[in-house]
């Protein structure tokens, strides 16, 4: 069974809705610069308010298959992205499918823009690692007609299916598994501040509050990096004097603090607990062991491609959200 995508908006509706020609409107997407600066706008408007996409394969039937998905990452060099999508490809390489790959960098706009580029090529659906959208990127979605399947968080509401795992609850669980190991001034420590690293903060605090304990946040938007955790790991040592724990919102900065800790001859876990997010396989390498949350990054990837074929092939998603339990390693630091 073929895919039933929408009818594209024309270079005519967009003409009518402002009354002027189809070549005119063809003229601007050539070049904006060759209409006025007052039909500059005009035209802008009517192509935001119609959701028009350009079409890059013309010759291609509207309602046919292009055995392709698109796949928008928000990081090309996190690990973590880097097996999600090698789980889609096991899964979309059993059906022959293609994925066209974007780079978004954690940013609404540039999502919008990557978007906008991979529906011209008539995709068959999408899978997004974010739940933030503009309202263009989501009329765009809509008015695609593709299915979509938004990945890493099963709790977020969603715009069509979800598959992930509760970023809150793992958080909530790590930081109660330190508190019972006697840490009383955990610090949570942040980067990028994406969705996801906001969810964690929030459950971190709430662990915290409800031990009756004081939480106490150090977040940056700069991406995540070894050398990030030891400088916020610094910044923690000044301000926080009394600091006897930190969970990190991945492992990167988890790593940093842990190597730092041995650079200064502190003792890990006796005077500082480390735990980290994702569960990488270096941080069960290093000494001592990092303790961290172990995420199903690849099975991630291949359930939701293979959800994403079945319903682009007219199967009904009976479970439009998958939740996958994540697995907590002590490891040796907390």
């Known amino acids: 069974m073929t895919i039933n995508k929408k009818r594209r908006t024309g270079l005519q509706e967009i003409a009518d809705l402002i009354g002027i020609s189809k070549m005119t409107v063809s003229r601007f997407l050539r070049d904006p610069k060759l209409v006025s600066e007052p039909l500059q706008l005009r035209i802008s408007a009517a192509i935001d308010k119609l959701g028009y996409l350009p079409n ?70 999408l899978i997004l690692t974010e739940r933030t959208h503009t309202a263009a990127t989501r009329k765009m979605i809509e008015l695609s007609g593709v299915p979509v399947v938004e990945i890493m968080d099963s709790v977020s509401p969603c715009i069509d299916m979800a598959v992930g795992f509760d970023n809150f609850i793992a958080t909530k669980t790590m930081i109660q598994r330190m508190i019972n190991k006697g840490h009383q001034h955990i610090a949570y420590f942040s980067a990028r501040q994406d ?66 800790c041995k650079r200064l001859n502190i003792n890990v876990p006796k005077q500082i607990a480390v735990a980290g997010f994702h569960g990488h396989d270096v941080g069960q390498v290093v000494t001592p062991k990092l303790a961290s949350i172990l995420t199903p990054r690849i099975a991630i990837g291949q359930k939701s491609a293979e959800m994403l074929i079945r319903s682009i092939n007219g199967e009904t998603i009976t479970q439009k959200v998958i939740d996958f339990p994540v697995k907590y390693l002590d490891g040796e630091s907390i």
Do not use: C, W
């Not at 309602?63 to 979309?92: C, H, M, R, W």
């Not at 499918?97 to 978007?115: V, W």
């Not at 955790?229 to 006897?244: R, V």
């Open 56 to 125: 890059k394969a013309p010759d291609m039937l509207s309602n046919a298959k292009s055995y392709a998905i698109g796949v928008l990452l928000p990081s090309l060099t996190n690990q973590v992205f880097a097996d999600v999508l090698k789980g889609i490809e096991i899964e979309t390489d059993k059906h022959s499918y293609q994925t066209m790959i974007a780079h978004t960098g954690y940013n609404p706009e540039k999502e919008e823009m990557r978007l906008r580029s991979l529906l011209a090529y008539n995709i068959d659906g």
């Open 195 to 260: 969705d996801r690293s906001i969810i964690r903060q929030k459950a971190y605090e709430e662990a915290m509050i409800a031990a009756g304990l004081i939480p106490k946040t150090f977040a940056t938007k700069e991406p995540s990096s070894y050398s990030l955790g030891t400088q916020l790991f610094h910044q923690a040592l000044k301000e926080y004097p009394q600091i006897d724990g930190v969970f990190s919102t991945n492992d990167d900065l988890a790593l940093g603090i842990l190597f730092e």
